[in-house]
């Protein structure tokens, strides 16, 4: 266990739809990163938050937005779903701004879009 | 950014010490070499990391060059629970734009 947590687990929805995956960092966590994993491909990042302020941006769509809360939760938003943004979605947080810390991921989100 | 190069995949017996080398030619002075090991429908995990020379955890070795241009992930005695996907990952941790990518990583398969 990894100390990050990641809901829904499982999200199946249709094309055009929007929806939010949720994630929380491990405790004492300030950088939180999303990355995406289509079927037999390697991990794309897509965004980095530290303390609540986006830092970098990766391969991330327009349709795509994500923010970090005081809490330091982070939500990844997805909308006008396209069959092509049926992948896994994790999320990592490293005690660090530096993305050659240690990053520790949560188990995913499994998004299918029919 | 310095790019890898990594085999697609792998093949080994159990009981096997495995090797991975993964090639970055244009390795920046202040880059780290950092690997990850990630089982099917997870999230990777970090094994390993370094900068010059040899390091040595409870799961692994990585060797490092003098010149830094590769670096070789060693899996001593390897089990059927060690077939998973390793990645090879190379920066200096600067928050800049240029993010330390992932990539496809190497497939490695341990056979009983």
């Known amino acids: 266990d990894s100390g990050v947590t990641q809901t829904p687990k499982h999200l199946i929805t249709a094309t055009g739809q929007r929806v939010t995956l949720r994630c929380s960092p491990r405790s004492g966590d300030l950088s939180v990163y999303w990355y995406q994993q289509s079927l037999d491909q390697g991990l794309q990042f897509l965004i980095q938050?530290?303390?609540?302020?986006?830092?970098a941006k990766g391969n991330i769509l327009e349709r795509f937005s994500a923010q970090q809360f005081p809490d330091l939760h982070s939500e990844l938003n997805l909308s006008s779903l396209e069959l092509g943004d049926s992948a896994l979605y994790f999320c990592?947080?490293?005690?660090?701004?530096?993305?050659?810390?240690?990053?520790?991921f949560g188990p995913g989100t499994r998004l299918t879009v029919t | 950014l310095a790019k890898t190069t990594q085999p697609i995949s792998m093949d080994s017996y159990e009981g096997q010490e495995v090797n991975i080398t993964c090639s970055h030619n244009?390795?920046?002075?202040?880059?780290?070499i950092t690997w990850y090991q990630q089982f099917p429908s997870q999230g990777p995990r970090f094994i390993i990391q370094?900068?010059?020379t040899k390091v040595t955890n409870e799961v692994a070795s990585l060797f490092i060059p003098a010149d830094r241009k590769s670096s070789t992930l060693s899996l001593p005695r390897v089990s059927l629970s060690d077939t998973a996907v390793y990645y090879c990952?190379?920066?200096?941790?600067?928050?800049?734009?240029?993010?330390?990518?992932f990539g496809t990583g190497t497939r490695l398969t341990i056979i009983p």
């Open positions: 990952l190379v920066g200096d941790g600067d928050f800049g734009n240029e993010k330390l990518t």
């Open positions: 938050y530290y303390n609540g302020e986006e830092r």
């Open positions: 244009n390795i920046a002075t202040n880059d780290y």
């Open positions: 370094g900068y010059k």
């Open positions: 990592a947080s490293s005690e660090s701004i530096a993305d050659d810390y240690e990053q520790y």
